[in-house]
Structures are given as C-alpha cells and as structure tokens.
C-alpha cells in the first residue's frame, strides 16, 4: 500500500508549484514581451494560463481546509479529499509546463530544480489509487452528497435553495429537457418568492445582497437539480444588474433593479451576432438617434444569436454600434435595455405601433434546454432614449459596462459548472451502488472506487477557486474579474470530464435518456463555450492578465 501524501507534505508541493509556475511566467512574459506577442505564442500562452489557473485553484484548495479546520469544521475524508484535488493539479501543471518546456527553454536539470523529484513524489501519492479509492468507497456510502461545511448563513442559504431545487425543479427538469420546454412560470415564481433574482442587487433597489458567495452558492444547487431549468435563469438578470450598478444613472437603477430583483421582469443578454462570436468589438448591428411618433430615441437595426431566454425575456441588454466609423471597434458600442413582449414559443415576431420588428427563432441545440437560445433580427426597432445604460455620459462605452457584467457572468457559470459536477457524482454514485454485476454490486469494483474518487477530487478543487472568486468579487469586483475568468475555465472542464467518466461508469445505460446522466453529459459541453469559450478566456482574458504583469 502507498501511503497519501500528509497535509504537511502537500503544503510544500505547493511551494514547488508556485517555484515552477513563477520561472514558467517569467520566461514566458520576456518571449511575448508582456503579452504584447502573445498571439504568436498561442499555444505557449494557453498552456500557462491553465498552469496558473491551477496553481490559484490548489493553494485555495488547502487553505480553505486549513480555516474548517481550526473552526473544527472538518473530518479525515475532507482532508483526503483536499490533498486528492492538490495532487491531480499538481500531476496537471508539471505535464502541461513540461510540454512547453523547449518553448520556454527549460532542460530536463532546471525542470528537476524546479519541481524536484520529491515534489513529484509527493504529488503522485497525494492522488494514488489507494487515496482515490478510499475517497471513493466514501463517496458511494454517503451517495455523494456534497457535505462541505459553510458558515451558518451560507449553510442556510445552501440549505433552503436545495430544498427548492429537490422539491420544485428535479421534477420537472427531465421533462423540460426531453420535451424541449419553456421553463414553467412556476418555477420562475417559486425563486422570485425566495429572491435569488436579487441576491446581487443592493437592499437600497430592492435586493437582498448576500453577497457572491450566496449567490453561487445558489446557482450550484439550481444547476445541480437542472442546468437549463433552473441553474442559468439568475444569470441573466445578474449581468444586466451588474452593468447598470456599474455605469447606469440613478434613475435607471430606481427603475429597473427593483424590478430584476423582484422577478418581475425576465432579462435576455443580446451581444453575439451570427457572424461575430467573440470578437464582441466588431459587432454590426447598429442603433440611430430617431424619432419616432415624437418621441426622442434610437432605431436599432441588425442581427443578434445565441440569446438565451430571448422569447420569454421582457428586456434584452442589447449591445449595439452607435458610432458608424468601424474602426473604433469597442469604443463605438453602447449598450440598451430594449423591451419586448413576452413569448412562450420557439418562433416569435413583435411589431411595434410606430413600424419597427423584432422576430426570433430557437436554434435547436442537443442540450442546455429549457430557456431557449435564439437568433434575433431587429429591423427598425425602437427604444426610447432613457433606455440607453447611463445615458449621455456612456454613450460609445456600452463595451466596458457588458465586460463587467459578463466578468460577473463567468463567475456565475463557474457556480453553474460545480453543480453539474455535483449532479454527476451523485448520479454515479447511486448507478454503481445499485447495479450488479459478476456478482457484486459495481461499487465494489477497484476501477469503479478510484474513478469515483477522483470525479470528487476534481470537483473539490474546481469548487475551491468558484468559492474563492465569489469572495474575492465581494471585494473588489474589477480585481477579481481575472481569477472569475480561471475558476469559469477550470470549473467549465471539470464537468465536461467528471459527467462524462460518471456516463462511462453508467455503462450502456449512461447513454439512455432514462437516466440523468446522459443530460447532464449534454448540458456539461456548452460550458466551456458561453460566457467566454474557452480559448478566449486562455489567451485574451487569463493569459493578457499574467502576462502583463
């Protein structure tokens, strides 16, 4: 039997981590002078913003052990389970800074100076087969249930949000998915009643401000019970709170948060165009000043796509051009709070009284059902001039109010990730200790305990840096929008991978709609993709940051 890693022994892993990610940063900012070259080192630039995400992401890990357990809030398993996370993100980061060694001009001497053989040692014990299956055999007896101990308000808001997903979404959510549904407007009352739509939104506009924390803490246990039903619907009305409180005038915020926070309006996000991803600055579609039966305002004209929850929405944060000279890029976009009627079907059209339209058409997707992502055509559509986010003053600055709001939204997505992860070991973990098979129940199985073990690990650490930039943007907001970015990027994976080995353990039933699984496994996949895919987060949001300095 190998013995795990000590916790004594992890904390200084981590130092050998730190030491190689540093010499790895330095080396890479002098190749891309700052980042200013990163284009022409893609791949070099990617390989670090991963190695650092997962450094952030294993240092959190222990130190969020160590505070439970000088509040004597902790147990052996959450330790092994810690040390288990630490030692798959350690193995990760040396592979990933390994492959780029001749990149970054390292030889197999400075690797071994860097992160010597004892580090390794270290790392590969603290994820071993025994330490993965022992956390596994824990996992299949408690079903998988994630137990982390929080404070007492976190543990009530944990708490009564799993109450209402168990009771209200789980339900319905296989249902919604397979039927390809609109989300039921009970459940949109049900989490209006209970304010998570104002979790983020000041008391002052009538919020409950929580904090961040509260609200990912939210969103995990929504996405747990249903990505698409349930786990999304607070993000929307959260991106287009945060770009308000962070540039909107003060009669838009007496005007419009009480009314987000209230659920009394839905909110849908309209930046994407068919053609433009995100390359967001060299969006097309275009808002005029005009007129309109007297009334002072702006004309919108243009395609949008990918706007979820278009149909039902009664507002949509639309970013638009309103400096026609192209080349401005970002500096020329604005952003709208256009309104719109409700729509409950997968096609709608709007007319407006004056002659403008909007229509828009669902694009059938293989998951993430239930609120509908659609593709939009406003062909001079009205909004009034008020509806223009802070006015005069932010005209052509639309740009930076939408990143802030979507720094908020990777945070969201981030909660989002952990709990499909979640869902996936819980389902695994119920699969296997049901099924026979050769006479035992699969649980039972070597191969079965470590995988198991290592999807709770993965998990473990993805939630360690989601928690630790719900924090951090409690704090500060604009300094916290890189480490939102990594935790979106981590997390993202982590459910991409931990779903997919709990379909494989599912055998032949893990790809039957029957089973819960085979949806999560299609939710999972859009995660890496919205709110920033994947290797724009590497390279033009985590990468630029780290190496900027």
């Known amino acids: 039997m190998t013995q795990q890693a000590s916790l004594e022994e992890t904390k200084q892993l981590l130092v050998s981590m730190t030491?190689?990610?540093?010499?790895?940063?330095?080396?890479?900012?002098?190749i891309t002078e700052k980042g200013k070259t990163l284009d022409d080192h893609q791949v070099l630039t990617s390989r670090i913003a991963y190695a650092s995400t997962e450094a952030i992401a294993a240092h959190q890990t222990i130190e969020d052990l160590e505070?439970?357990?000088?509040?004597?809030?902790?147990?052996?398993?959450d330790e092994r389970v810690s040390i288990a996370a630490v030692g798959e993100l350690a193995n990760s980061l040396y592979a990933r800074v390994s492959a780029a060694a001749v990149d970054l001009g390292l030889d197999e001497a400075a690797l071994d100076r860097l992160f010597p053989a004892a580090a390794r040692d270290t790392a590969r014990?603290?994820?071993?087969?025994?330490?993965?299956?022992?956390?596994?055999?824990?996992?299949?007896?408690?079903?998988?249930?994630?137990?982390?101990?929080?404070?007492?308000?976190?543990?009530?808001?944990?708490?009564?949000v799993r109450d209402f997903a168990a009771n209200e979404v789980m339900p319905r959510a296989e249902h919604i998915h397979r039927q390809d549904d609109l989300v039921p407007e009970e459940l949109l009352e049900g989490m209006a009643e209970l304010g998570f739509f104002g979790l983020s939104i000041p008391e002052e506009y009538g919020g409950v401000e929580m904090?961040?924390?509260?609200?990912?803490?939210?969103?995990?246990?929504l996405s747990r019970a249903s990505l698409a039903a349930a786990g999304s619907l607070i993000t929307r009305p959260e991106i287009l709170a945060k770009a308000l409180l962070g540039g909107g005038t003060e009669e838009q915020?007496?005007?419009?948060?009480?009314?987000?926070?209230?659920?009394?309006?839905?909110?849908?996000?309209?930046?994407?165009?068919?053609?433009?991803?995100?390359?967001?600055?060299?969006?097309?579609?275009?808002?005029?000043?005009?007129?309109?039966?007297?009334?002072?305002?702006?004309?919108?004209?243009g395609p949008k796509a990918w706007c979820t929850f278009a149909g039902r929405a009664d507002v949509l944060a639309l970013l638009a051009r309103t400096d026609?000279?192209?080349?401005?890029?970002?500096?020329?976009?604005?952003?709208?709070i256009v309104p719109k009627e409700r729509s409950f079907d997968h096609e709608f059209e709007f007319a407006q009284p004056g002659g403008g339209k909007i229509t828009g058409k669902a694009d059938a997707t293989p998951g993430y059902r239930g609120m509908h992502s659609y593709t939009l055509q406003l062909e001079d559509y009205f909004v009034p001039?008020?509806?223009?986010?802070?006015?005069?003053?932010?005209?052509?600055?639309?740009?930076?109010?939408?990143?802030?709001?979507?720094?908020?939204?990777?945070?969201?997505?981030?909660?989002?990730?952990?709990?499909?992860?979640?869902?996936?070991?819980?389902e695994t973990a119920k699969y296997v200790v049901d099924r026979d098979q050769f006479g035992q129940p699969i649980s039972q199985f070597q191969l079965t305990e470590y995988t198991l073990g290592r999807m709770a690990a993965r998990t473990a650490g993805a939630r360690a840096i989601t928690y630790a930039a719900a924090r951090a943007f409690d704090e500060d907001p604009r300094s916290a929008s890189t480490l939102a970015a990594q935790a979106k990027l981590l997390a993202c994976d982590v459910a991409v991978l931990v779903s997919q080995e709990g379909q494989v353990m599912h055998g032949g039933w893990g790809y039957a709609e029957e089973y819960p699984i085979s949806r999560y496994v299609v939710d999972a996949t859009v995660l890496p993709i919205f709110e920033g895919v994947k290797p724009i987060l590497e390279l033009k949001v985590i990468g630029r940051a780290i190496l900027a300095g």
């Open 324 to 336: 026609p000279d192209v080349s401005k890029g970002q500096k020329g976009l604005s952003l709208f």
């Open 19 to 30: 030491t190689l990610l540093e010499e790895a940063v330095t080396r890479a900012r002098d």
């Open 385 to 426: 001039l008020d509806n223009l986010v802070g006015g005069e003053a932010q005209l052509n600055r639309g740009f930076y109010l939408q990143m802030a709001g979507f720094a908020a939204g990777r945070l969201q997505t981030a909660g989002r990730a952990c709990g499909l992860a979640q869902a996936s070991v819980e």
């Open 253 to 301: 915020k007496q005007e419009w948060l009480p009314r987000l926070a209230s659920g009394e309006i839905m909110a849908g996000i309209s930046v994407t165009e068919p053609d433009i991803g995100s390359d967001v600055a060299s969006l097309k579609c275009k808002a005029e000043r005009g007129t309109v039966d007297g009334e002072e305002g702006w004309i919108i004209n």
């Open 67 to 77: 505070g439970r357990q000088a509040e004597g809030r902790s147990d052996d398993h």
């Open 125 to 160: 014990r603290a994820c071993s087969q025994e330490a993965l299956r022992a956390i596994g055999v824990r996992v299949c007896e408690t079903k998988g249930s994630n137990d982390l101990p929080l404070d007492e308000m976190h543990e009530q808001v944990r708490e009564q």
């Open 211 to 221: 904090g961040n924390l509260a609200m990912i803490l939210t969103t995990e246990e």
